[in-house]
């Protein structure tokens, strides 16, 4: 029962999808109890109309007689890390605060971003090779997906 009704609300959120090519989807949670939870962003962010049309794109096309469940639609919030290239993408320009899998922690603009890697500009400031003082410096930084434990947008106030 459990991975029928999993494949079912799979398919009706992939129809939704499929109409809606701005939104994607960050993670599909059900737990034992059978509460439903969706994470949306979008390439132009997620309205609060983006969530209760997915919602009801699920909700209109189940039967609760048949299977009773709770459903929450939301969208990816700031403190959800960042896991795929279109999300990457849609950030291009922000700061991000990203820790690495050998624990370092790097803080840049994110400036391009490709199938295998995110670029960041970083800034900051070291001592002069002459005399005192400090030089601002800019550099770019690459990184693999595969050395990020975690990439979050960095909040700034």
Known sequence: MCMEFRKKIEELLNQFLEERKDLFLIDLKISASDDVTVILDGDNGVSLQDCLDASRAIEFNMDREEHDFSLQVMSAG????LSSERQFRKNIGRDLDVLMKDD??????????????????????????????????????????????????????
Do not use: H, M, N, W
């Open 78 to 81: 700031l403190s959800e890390p």
């Open 104 to 157: 370092t922690k790097i803080e840049g603009e994110l400036v391009k971003v490709d199938e295998e890697k995110i670029t960041l500009l970083l800034r900051y400031r070291k001592p002069k090779e002459v005399g005192k003082g400090k030089i601002d410096v800019e550099e770019e930084k690459e990184i693999p997906y595969s050395e990020i434990k975690k990439a979050l947008v960095a909040i700034k106030f």
